[in-house]
């Protein structure tokens, strides 16, 4: 129903507290607490905004470890831990454009990377970076 009022170039106010359906429906999402508007925007523009937080990244690959060392020779990169069942890793970094660049070095030197997925680029990261839990 939502998209179909999109597509009609209509727009629709939603208000919920479960922000993961609001990731999955939504371009654009304003926060607001205790009866203010605290920012607006799409949610890959307000965490581009947000520098205090380090950017989290899951990174699926077939060597966790080897690719963990290679990862902590990068200054940007402040934590790593291998994931769930040793398939991947969360990567902590100050810099998503150093870290892509990274990335793409280690690519080249034949570390083999499956797949980069942010892991706070969502509306709930948002809200607690920007209102925290206690709001």
Request: aromatic letters at 6%; glycine letters at 8%; one cysteine or more.
């Amino acid at each position: 129903m939502f998209e179909r009022f999109a597509a009609r170039g209509r727009h629709v106010v939603l208000s919920s507290h479960v922000l993961h359906e609001v990731d999955v429906i939504s371009d654009r999402v304003i926060l607001i607490a205790n009866g203010h508007g605290i920012a607006d925007g799409d949610v890959r523009g307000m965490r581009d905004e947000i520098d205090e937080h380090r950017r989290q990244y899951l990174v699926r690959c077939p060597d966790p470890s080897r690719l963990a060392s290679r990862l902590f020779e990068h200054e940007h990169i402040t934590q790593v831990q291998v994931h769930e069942g040793r398939r991947g890793l969360l990567v902590m970094t100050r810099s998503q454009d150093d870290f892509a660049r990274a990335l793409g070095h280690l690519a080249v030197d034949g570390h083999s990377v499956e797949s980069v997925v942010p892991v706070d680029e969502n509306v709930d990261a948002l809200y607690k970076y920007l209102i925290g839990d206690g709001a």
